[in-house]
């Protein structure tokens, strides 16, 4: 196939000289050198007084510890190369952040509940379509998720989140589900209707039908659930996954063999990279660089073609995206 443009050119002979590297034993760092990152699992709260990444003992609450966070989680974003993070927070903390960030296509994660700390402030459980419409429409939101309602104790079939299937599809906007059956213990006071059984993909199979173009992609695979994913992804071509927290906190023996599977069943393409927990972007990152049958590709795919791809992003953006990769790696030094 012929290159039309010379920055794929560029970008061509870039990656044959990291496979070269590679070959010969390449670093983690070296392969992170030119290499744009895609992080399609951020989470957007406020600021938390027990933090070890950005809280000074002497701050204890307010405003001042929300912009704390804020500037430790635009920086932490630069220091790993994330061009780009699909990030959900209640209304209040997607809209700054969007305002905050454009590398930040922020979203709400729904439903909300006020008995949840995380989920402050919450207003009201479950929004009308009319009010999803105007708050995506005034604060500037691009995606959807994390969705808590496993955690609320109710299906993703019941008719109070209706809105927001219909939302995400009319706008196309980029939605990201809970679908394992972890984590192993929840708060029981904050979640008394916990529902661990309602993150099976299977259960997104109506909302599918009704909706075939939704970009939904699914959350922590490679756990529980793994064959109900792998079979929603192959009758759905829209449907991608993560493999975040998973591939961290669960042996290896457990998630290995479902990644496997999925790279078996031809579905290694539709797999992003995300973070999922605070702090942990590098320690994700290195993960997937320490996956040693994947190959340089695939790896680099995982890290950003893949999720560009599930994004529509164009050939102006992703070579945008190499060149500020480029900028934050100076700016670093």
């Given at each position: ?15 044959l000289?990291?496979?070269v ?6 670093t ?7 290499q ?31 912009s ?13 190369q ?27 994660t ?6 949840v ?93 009704k ?68 702090g942990?972007?590098e ?13 340089e ?16 992003l ?20």
């Amino acid at each position: 196939m012929r290159i039309s443009t010379p920055w794929l050119q560029n970008l061509c002979i870039f990656f044959l000289c990291v496979s070269v590297q590679m070959a010969a034993g390449q670093t983690f760092e070296q392969f992170m050198r030119g290499q744009p990152v895609i992080d399609v699992h951020l989470h957007l709260y406020r600021g938390d007084t027990r933090s070890e990444h950005y809280n000074p003992d002497h701050l204890n609450k307010g405003e001042a510890l929300d912009s704390l966070r804020e500037e430790w989680v635009m920086g932490t974003l630069s220091r790993n190369q994330v061009v780009l993070a699909i990030a959900g927070g209640s209304p209040k903390y997607a809209g700054e952040y969007a305002e905050a960030d454009t590398r930040i296509w922020a979203g709400i994660t729904f439903p909300c509940s006020a008995m949840v700390d995380r989920d402050w402030p919450c207003e009201k459980d479950f929004m009308t379509y009319e009010e999803l419409r105007e708050l995506y429409k005034e604060k500037n939101l691009r995606a959807m998720g994390e969705t808590l309602f496993n955690y609320y104790g109710i299906p993703p079939t019941d008719p109070r989140l209706e809105p927001y299937w219909r939302l995400a599809s009319e706008l196309q906007l980029p939605i990201g589900v809970h679908a394992d059956a972890g984590p192993p213990s929840v708060n029981e006071k904050e979640r008394p209707n916990y529902r661990p059984d309602y993150a099976n993909p299977e259960l997104l199979r109506p909302v599918l039908q009704k909706y075939p173009d939704l970009k939904l992609y699914l959350m922590h695979f490679g756990d529980s659930y793994s064959e109900q994913a792998i079979a929603l992804m192959k009758d759905f071509s829209g449907v991608y996954c993560d493999i975040s927290a998973i591939s961290l906190y669960q042996p290896r023996q457990i998630w290995e063999p479902n990644l496997r599977r999925l790279f078996a069943q031809g579905l290694g393409n539709r797999l992003m990279f995300g973070s999922d927990f605070e702090g942990t972007i590098e320690e994700n990152l290195r993960v997937i660089f320490n996956i040693g049958w994947l190959n340089e590709a695939q790896k680099r795919d995982i890290l950003y073609f893949n999720a560009a791809r599930f994004l529509n992003l164009s050939e102006k953006e992703k070579h945008q995206h190499h060149s500020e990769v480029v900028s934050m790696m100076k700016e670093q030094r």
